[in-house]
């Protein structure tokens, strides 16, 4: 099956720790995205890659961070900071020009 | 730059019913046009999208056409289910934010029996 997977679907953080969100991708995308989903909100964008090797800053990158060393994966590190990080994580990846398929998201608690 | 207004909701409807739900966009040039849904706890699922003036995008019995002359891209529904109960986000795509989506903040649709 092609898709997107994300892991762990549940998360749970202590203050002050890092933690890291997988997202792999089997469709053979160059780019990746991810997101942050407040509730009630709309999606903001936290970093993409539009090749391996090379990512850059979305809107909200202040205490994340990733890396893009395989085209099939991009970890997202949320860490101690950023001073709100509970929300629900969504990974991406685009076919074509403009078309993005996402995972199943990662819902973060923070303790 | 790019930004994407909705209603606000929740909508809430009866089985069978006519659903619409608006969404605006200001962009410059000439944006892709989607909308997504999601279901609880679920991420994102593409419903449909037009990429010119005049498109149709249709799927599932949702259709919305790409008006540039009022800048919409109402979504619409002729009998909705119980099972359509979601959210949904309208979206674009294009200059001058090049291959990244700008969301409008989702409307929640709730389908009574």
């Known amino acids: 099956d092609g898709g997107i997977t994300q892991s762990p679907k549940y998360l749970f953080r202590k203050e002050g720790q890092n933690v890291t969100l997988s997202c792999e991708q089997n469709?053979?995308?160059?780019?990746m995205y991810w997101y942050r989903q407040d509730p009630g909100q709309g999606l903001r964008l936290i970093y993409y890659s539009q090749i391996v090797n090379d990512f850059q800053k979305g809107d909200i990158a202040e205490g994340y961070s990733v890396s893009r060393e395989k085209k099939e994966s991009f970890p997202l590190t949320v860490t101690s900071a950023q001073k709100n990080p509970t929300a629900f994580y969504l990974c991406?990846?685009?076919?074509?020009?403009?078309?993005?398929?996402f995972g199943p998201g990662t819902r973060l608690t923070v303790l | 730059g790019n930004s994407v207004t909705q209603m606000e909701g929740p909508v809430t409807l009866s089985e069978e019913a006519f659903l619409t739900i608006n969404c605006t966009y200001t962009?410059?040039?000439?944006?892709?046009l989607f909308w997504y849904v999601q279901y609880p706890g679920e991420g994102l699922q593409l419903l449909l999208k037009a990429t010119k003036a005049d498109d149709k995008g249709s799927n599932k019995g949702f259709e919305a056409t790409y008006r540039k002359e009022t800048t919409s891209f109402h979504l619409e529904k002729g009998s909705v289910q119980v099972s359509d109960s979601a959210v949904y986000f309208c979206a674009l795509s294009g200059s001058p934010s090049g291959n990244m989506l700008t969301f409008g903040g989702g409307t929640r649709l709730m389908v009574k029996p």
């Open positions: 469709l053979n995308h160059d780019a």
């Open positions: 962009a410059t040039g000439y944006p892709s």
């Open positions: 991406a990846s685009r076919t074509g020009p403009d078309t993005q398929y």
